[in-house]
DNA sequence: GAAAATTTAAAGGTCTAATATTTTTTGTCA
DNA sequence: TGACAAAAAATATTAGACCTTTAAATTTTC
């Protein structure tokens, strides 16, 4: 079974952070709340000043403050987010431990699931916003970024309307990753995604048809998938690939 | 639409991390190739030990090196895992920014696929370890930490046979949340999730039967979500609450 | 008196340099 | 040859000085 784990003593940083986490955790410092500063915290820790921030830049990179400079900086407690998550994802894409495939076959999996429980808690606010963003797909967008983000609308208003933060926070990740790759492939995004496609989806979600919202988000994934696949054999192929 | 972003200048400990990881991901160096030692790194980028430590540990913590202390000590390249992404998962979870019902519903959804997708490649080597882990199951555990990892072998194996790294990361990362739950509420583990239950799994992965393979797990996943969801309850309702 | 410019203070950002600790290698002596 | 000690190489940590940024307080100017 598993071999001994080579013993490491933990790094005096690390203690800070801990405890600072800890802090956090139970709840003794609220989001927006300001941490000490640094030279007091050293004090109160009894370490350098160097100790605190490594632990201090540490949390900010996973994401529990946010450290500013200035008069009234500091670091501030903030709300933790899904965006580490979606950053560690995004290394493992680049270092390409995900392959596009695996990317689009986990998408299949959850988009559908979540169209079907969006249309199980459609409100009328929500099927305004689902019909504005189709009706803005349909403005011709001067760059790639402008058109993905468009048409990633729709697929963030479902995420957010679903109801399970865990599966919304997927979504919207793994839809980071795609629109990553399509940046460095730099397709003609005019004819890779028309506008349209994403009109079944929103009339079957509002019509709280779960059934055929999901079959019409299968359906979309299916196609779109496929394309970015074959993009992406065609990305191989390039005399002079781009790098990312 | 979107504002525009602050801006912030980055600081000198960011812009050695971005070139480090670029060089990283590009393939200047390997897993397993050492870094300089800080002291060349400072010189190489013209900037402090310390700017060149920070960006160090921030890359120690996304996974991307690891740092030894003493005389071949130094910062080696690692090959980049799915730890990292496991972390950003336990914060969330601890946070409270994911719930067990959240949880248990994706992996609803996810572990079907899975058993599906590995009981299309399974192997005869493959078939063996489940074999392995599913008799290991039968031994009455000491601990509860001990009893579940063995449970949760069969769910490891099935995570790596099914081809998808993307899924078998989640899988297992959603599984150390389970754990870290489980671990917290301390419930009776005899009764919790006794032995056998994976059996109808395996056997239809081991007969190659996807759909059955799917069925199988669809069953199991949603039993215990039940329980899990049930200890929760029971949890909650405690006189005095667990500390996670 | 109001607006503009300046100063000040608080906080993080960075650097240098010294010392401590850890770990491996090398050397020495019984 | 084996045990032990010293050396060497690296990171770990500290201390303290100085820089930069930011917002607020103050002064100046019109």
């Given at each position: 079974?598993?071999?001994?784990?080579?013993?490491?003593?933990?790094?005096?940083?690390?203690?800070?952070?801990?405890?600072?986490?800890?802090?956090?955790?139970?709840?003794?410092?609220?989001?927006?709340?300001?941490?000490?500063?640094?030279?007091?915290?050293?004090?109160?820790?009894?370490?350098?000043?160097?100790?605190?921030?490594?632990?201090?830049?540490?949390?900010?990179?996973?994401?529990?403050?946010?450290?500013?400079?200035?008069?009234?900086?500091?670091?501030?407690?903030?709300?933790?987010?899904?965006?580490?998550?979606?950053?560690?994802?995004?290394?493992?894409?680049?270092?390409?431990?995900?392959s596009v495939p695996?990317l689009?076959?986990?998408?299949?999996?959850?988009?559908?699931?979540?169209?079907?429980?969006?249309?199980?808690?459609?409100?009328?606010?929500?099927?305004?916003?689902?019909?504005?963003?189709?009706?803005?797909?349909?403005?011709?967008?001067?760059?790639?970024?402008?058109?993905?983000?468009?048409?990633?609308?729709?697929?963030?208003?479902?995420?957010?309307?679903?109801?399970?933060?865990?599966?919304?926070?997927?979504?919207?990740?793994?839809?980071?990753?795609?629109?990553?790759?399509?940046?460095?492939?730099?397709?003609?995004?005019?004819?890779?995604?028309?506008?349209?496609?994403?009109?079944?989806?929103?009339?079957?979600?509002?019509?709280?048809?779960?059934?055929?919202?999901?079959?019409?988000?299968?359906?979309?994934?299916?196609?779109?998938?496929?394309?970015l696949?074959?993009?992406e054999?065609?990305?191989?192929?390039?005399?002079?690939?781009?790098?990312?």
């Open positions: 079974m598993n071999r001994f784990k080579p013993v490491r003593q933990p790094r005096v940083s690390e203690e800070v952070i801990e405890q600072l986490k800890h802090a956090f955790l139970v709840g003794h410092f609220k989001a927006g709340d300001k941490l000490p500063p640094e030279r007091e915290l050293a004090n109160e820790f009894q370490v350098s000043r160097v100790a605190v921030r490594e632990a201090l830049r540490a949390l900010e990179s996973s994401g529990f403050i946010e450290i500013r400079q200035g008069a009234t900086g500091g670091a501030y407690v903030t709300d933790l987010t899904f965006e580490t998550l979606a950053g560690a994802f995004l290394d493992l894409f680049l270092a390409e431990k995900i695996e689009c076959h986990v998408r299949r999996l959850l988009e559908p699931e979540i169209a079907r429980m969006a249309a199980a808690r459609v409100t009328s606010d929500y099927s305004e916003r689902l019909l504005e963003a189709l009706e803005a797909e349909e403005i011709p967008a001067r760059t790639l970024a402008e058109d993905f983000e468009t048409k990633t609308n729709v697929h963030f208003l479902l995420a957010e309307m679903c109801g399970n933060r865990l599966l919304e926070a997927l979504s919207k990740s793994l839809m980071g990753l795609t629109r990553r790759f399509v940046a460095a492939v730099q397709p003609d995004f005019q004819s890779m995604h028309p506008p349209g496609l994403h009109r079944p989806i929103v009339e079957a979600v509002m019509a709280g048809d779960g059934d055929a919202a999901a079959e019409a988000m299968r359906l979309h994934a299916e196609e779109f998938g496929q394309i696949m074959a993009m054999k065609e990305f191989r192929q390039r005399p002079f690939p781009v790098v990312v």
